[in-house]
């Protein structure tokens, strides 16, 4: 079996680069010896995974968070062409590692190497907006607005920076004009919330409890303009999972999302940012499209 490990060192804040001998040792013991490569810039494992697929590798391991998931994945999908992709292995040595909990797959590196080495797979969904691809979730308006003020912040860490983001996320919050348009509805008017999820869980939070990652369809979190109390109060019940039962929240199913948004929205994709002002959207589910090394 010739696998590819593609390994983002700065993972796991920097955190994952000194696991390496042990995802060596986890491989030596499955009797397989890997080529591993590591990244030493963002988007540089989307270029590394399209190449592995032309070297034609019977597997790619992505070994880091969620990002670094999300960006073998792409390489992955651009690569496919009308197929499915080639067999996608994970070694989730991120800091939430979200999207690996979801679909079942083990923290510990010699299970998840054991895994990689039965070679058995099985088919899961992907999302697609515009020209990008993701697995987990993706979202414009509000959230991406306060990952953008997370990222901005330099001298606060862990959990009270992103309360801070939050906050001032709010104090600024600005509804975007939207025409949205899903499978069997939409909304024309202001905005402050859209995430779309293939996978229930993002940054830590069931934004989509219900989602399944093979269902064939989006499972999509909306709400429009209201009060800032009733945006507090939404996102008190997130923490519960219990903010799709809100009267001011949509919480549906889809394969198709359009929106035309002025002012232009940010972006996230499994938690990057793609875009800081887009005015023209369309997502798109990719149903088993993605080739998940999985027992």
Same mark, same amino acid.
């Given at each position: 079996?010739?696998?590819?490990?593609?390994? @983002?060192?700065?993972? @796991?804040?920097?955190?994952?680069?000194?696991?390496?001998?042990?995802?060596?040792?986890?491989?030596?013991?499955?009797?397989?010896?890997?080529?591993?490569?590591?990244?030493?810039?963002?988007?540089?494992?989307?270029?590394?995974?399209?190449?592995?697929?032309?070297?034609?590798?019977?597997?790619?391991?992505?070994? !880091?968070?969620?990002?670094?998931?999300?960006?073998?994945?792409?390489?992955?999908?651009?690569?496919? !062409?009308?197929?499915?992709?080639?067999?996608?292995?994970?070694?989730?040595?991120?800091?939430?590692?979200?999207?690996?909990?979801?679909?079942?797959?083990?923290?510990?590196?010699?299970?998840?190497?054991?895994?990689?080495?039965?070679?058995?797979?099985?088919?899961?969904?992907? !999302?697609?907006? @515009?020209?990008?691809?993701?697995?987990?979730?993706?979202? &414009?308006? #509000?959230?991406? #607005?306060?990952?953008?003020?997370?990222?901005?912040?330099?001298?606060?860490?862990?959990?009270?920076?992103?309360? &801070?983001?939050?906050?001032?996320?709010?104090?600024?919050?600005?509804?975007?004009? #939207?025409? &949205?348009?899903?499978?069997?509805?939409?909304?024309?008017?202001?905005?402050?919330?859209?995430?779309?999820?293939?996978?229930?869980?993002? !940054?830590?939070?069931?934004?989509?409890?219900?989602?399944?990652?093979?269902?064939?369809?989006?499972?999509?979190?909306?709400?429009?303009?209201?009060?800032?109390?009733?945006?507090?109060?939404?996102?008190?019940?997130?923490?519960?999972?219990?903010?799709?039962?809100?009267?001011?929240?949509?919480?549906?199913?889809?394969?198709?999302?359009?929106?035309?948004?002025?002012?232009?929205?940010?972006?996230?994709?499994?938690?990057?940012?793609?875009?800081?002002?887009?005015?023209?959207?369309?997502?798109?589910?990719?149903?088993?499209?993605?080739?998940?090394?999985?027992?």
């Amino acid at each position: 079996m010739k696998v590819k490990v593609i390994l @983002n060192p700065y993972a @796991n804040r920097w955190q994952a680069g000194a696991r390496l001998n042990d995802i060596q040792a986890a491989f030596a013991a499955a009797n397989l010896t890997p080529e591993i490569v590591q990244t030493e810039k963002p988007q540089e494992a989307i270029g590394l995974a399209e190449t592995a697929v032309s070297a034609r590798y019977d597997a790619v391991v992505a070994a !880091g968070g969620d990002g670094t998931l999300s960006e073998v994945a792409n390489g992955l999908l651009r690569a496919a !062409g009308d197929g499915p992709t080639v067999p996608f292995g994970i070694l989730p040595i991120g800091t939430a590692n979200d999207f690996s909990d979801m679909v079942g797959l083990p923290r510990d590196l010699t299970q998840a190497v054991q895994i990689i080495a039965r070679g058995q797979t099985r088919q899961i969904d992907a !999302g697609r907006i @515009n020209n990008h691809f993701f697995i987990n979730n993706c979202a &414009v308006a #509000m959230e991406p #607005m306060i990952t953008l003020e997370n990222i901005r912040m330099k001298r606060l860490s862990g959990e009270l920076r992103y309360v &801070v983001a939050l906050l001032k996320g709010l104090v600024k919050l600005k509804a975007w004009r #939207m025409q &949205v348009r899903w499978d069997d509805g939409g909304h024309d008017g202001p905005t402050y919330l859209l995430s779309v999820c293939n996978g229930p869980r993002t !940054g830590g939070f069931y934004m989509a409890p219900n989602a399944t990652v093979d269902d064939g369809l989006f499972d999509f979190v909306f709400a429009p303009e209201v009060p800032k109390l009733t945006v507090l109060s939404i996102l008190v019940k997130l923490f519960r999972k219990t903010h799709i039962d809100h009267p001011q929240v949509v919480y549906g199913r889809t394969r198709h999302i359009s929106i035309s948004s002025s002012p232009g929205t940010p972006i996230h994709a499994d938690g990057e940012i793609i875009a800081e002002a887009a005015t023209q959207i369309e997502y798109k589910i990719l149903p088993g499209k993605l080739t998940l090394l999985q027992s």
